[in-house]
């Protein structure tokens, strides 16, 4: 190892062989997400279903994460890696499914897709945090988190490209034949240095579990936080397209800016975090968050300013989401692999239940609606982190020179 290699690996706790191998994979899964989230109409027509009818299939795909729980406790028991390669051959599957499936029967491959995510996600996070040292632990999960900021500076396009040269499952059997490879390459990855979790979980112990204040806290935060994440996310698009005339090719830039922004928030979580304090960095990101949600709907009809102040949002949304994870993972440290996942179950409800509420809400209110049950959410959370979260006294770090 070289000696800036050294240094690399001091710098986020984990050699970069290993951060390069999960930050890649975890590419392959987020490029999957937003695929569906940016190409709807794509994959409506493609599937023979009406716009509310792939909702309702991203809807199943989103509230499958309540079985996080069950994947998270696997994950204690027989191991990361074992239900990361398990996660992995699950979203092949759905992957090549949904090329031959037509109409409802797209339930079923997006199902296979919920349940991966709810299993390969907290099972990574788990893994990841459990390679790196505590002082370390959010840096390093930050890094890994920038992959969904990424894919819209790489993936999205890519994905669009082949949509447009090809058809709607060209990205699909790309994806699939990406899976394949990196379950073989999980399986291989060494085991956690130390593991501090339980082997096993009853299912009695895991309500037992969910029943403590701040885990419970955890699991509501992720809930209310997904809820407005998928709001801004669904509300985006909708908006520019119908108040600002923009076309697709116009939106896809747009999505690209805001990647950028949201890469530069999952930065700063990843590279401050630790420093500021998990705790105090969650309070501040979740404010902050609030304060520019409610920004929106006061904003002149000036698209550029419009555009810059979503960058911002993404930018502080992407921050709180990356800098919640540790916080998650420091509730119940000997069961942190079933915590973890019950986080995720109040993710998947959350962006279960965002966009079907956007909806409601625009056809209502426009972006006034959505803006305010997105800032009761957040101020609720807040409440919930302030009140019941709690972070692992450690010595403070150095906030690094580079």
Same mark, same amino acid.
């Given at each position: ?42 994959? /409506?027509?493609? =599937?023979? !279903?009406?716009? #509310?009818?792939?909702?309702? &299939? +991203? *809807? @199943? %795909?989103?509230?499958? $994460? ?18 990361? /390669?398990?996660? =992995?051959? !699950?979203?092949? #599957?759905?992957?090549?499914? &949904? +090329? *031959? @499936? %037509?109409?409802?029967? $797209? ?18 996070? /788990? ?276």
């Amino acid at each position: 190892m070289t000696a800036r290699q050294e240094r690399l690996t001091q710098f986020f706790g984990i050699s970069l062989p290993l951060l390069g191998i999960i930050f890649s994979t975890r590419y392959v899964i987020d490029a999957s997400t937003r695929l569906f989230f940016t190409f709807v109409p794509q994959f /409506a027509n493609g =599937l023979g !279903l009406s716009l #509310t009818g792939f909702g309702w &299939l +991203m *809807f @199943l %795909r989103a509230v499958l $994460g309540i079985s996080g729980p069950i994947f998270g406790a696997a994950a204690d028991r027989f191991g990361r890696r074992q239900v990361m /390669a398990l996660a =992995l051959l !699950l979203q092949a #599957t759905a992957a090549i499914s &949904l +090329m *031959f @499936l %037509r109409g409802w029967w $797209g339930l079923f491959s997006m199902g296979l897709s919920g349940l991966s995510l709810a299993a390969f996600v907290p099972a990574q996070q /788990a893994y990841v945090s459990e390679q790196a040292a505590a002082r370390r632990r959010g840096r390093v999960m930050g890094a890994v988190e920038l992959s969904w900021s990424l894919t819209a500076l790489v993936a999205s396009p890519l994905m669009g490209w082949l949509i447009e040269a090809v058809d709607w499952r060209a990205p699909l059997l790309l994806l699939a034949v990406l899976y394949g490879v990196a379950t073989a390459v999980i399986l291989r990855l060494p085991p956690t240095a130390v593991h501090h979790s339980q082997s096993s979980l009853s299912r009695l112990e895991i309500g037992h579990l969910l029943l403590r204040k701040n885990v419970l806290a955890s699991v509501l935060v992720a809930f209310l936080v997904y809820v407005a994440v998928t709001c801004f996310l669904t509300v985006t698009g909708v908006w520019l397209t119908v108040d600002f005339g923009l076309d697709a090719a116009a939106l896809g830039v747009v999505s690209t800016l805001i990647g950028v922004a949201e890469l530069a928030g999952a930065g700063a979580s990843s590279l401050l975090i630790d420093w500021i304090g998990k705790w105090r960095g969650n309070v501040v990101g979740l404010l902050l968050l609030a304060v520019a949600f409610a920004t929106l709907p006061l904003l002149p009809s000036i698209v550029a300013l419009i555009i810059a102040m979503l960058a911002v949002t993404g930018l502080l949304f992407q921050f709180v989401i990356v800098s919640l994870l540790p916080l998650y993972a420091e509730q119940v440290i000997e069961a942190r692999g079933t915590v973890l996942a019950l986080a995720f179950m109040g993710v998947g409800l959350g962006a279960a239940v965002g966009p079907l509420l956007t909806a409601v809400l625009w056809q209502r209110y426009q972006i006034l609606g959505v803006s305010v049950v997105g800032v009761v959410c957040l101020l609720v959370a807040l409440g919930l982190v302030v009140r019941f979260l709690r972070e692992t006294a450690v010595a403070p770090v150095q906030l690094p020179n580079t």
